[in-house]
């Protein structure tokens, strides 16, 4: 069975650091590309960032271009997002998906499988 598990959410000041996992079981992440999403409560799922499979490009959103970093640890087969600098406009819950393209996407009908999301909580 195909599943994508989120963890690291929780409760930090804003200018605080998280690092958010995404841990594949049943299938190699490194053949997918990788998309974190984001939703927060009355607003659309936004896309926040993305890896391509087998050691392709990154691409991340603007609007968290030079303090989120998305990377891969092919041995544990997980996928991580390291958030730094971070604002109280980042809460929301964070979703992890799995594409079976090679270059990673924005688009979140273009990805396959979903976690079940980990809330990231930015308040002082």
């Known amino acids: 069975q195909l599943q994508l598990v989120e963890s690291g959410g929780g409760l930090v000041h804003p200018g605080g650091s998280l690092r958010l996992s995404c841990a594949a079981s049943?299938?190699?992440?490194?053949?997918?590309?990788i998309g974190w999403f984001r939703q927060a409560p009355g607003k659309e799922r936004e896309w926040v960032s993305c890896i391509s499979s087998a050691g392709g490009p990154t691409k991340d959103a603007d609007s968290v271009k030079g303090r989120f970093t998305i990377s891969r640890d092919n041995a544990k087969n997980t996928v991580y997002l390291q958030m730094n600098r971070l604002k109280p406009e980042d809460t929301a819950v964070y979703y992890c998906?799995?594409?079976?393209?090679?270059?990673?996407?924005?688009?979140?009908?273009?990805?396959?499988?979903w976690g079940q999301g980990t809330q990231v909580t930015v308040s002082s």
């Open positions: 049943g299938f190699t992440l490194d053949d997918y590309a």
């Open positions: 998906a799995a594409s079976n393209g090679y270059l990673c996407t924005h688009y979140f009908y273009s990805y396959h499988y």
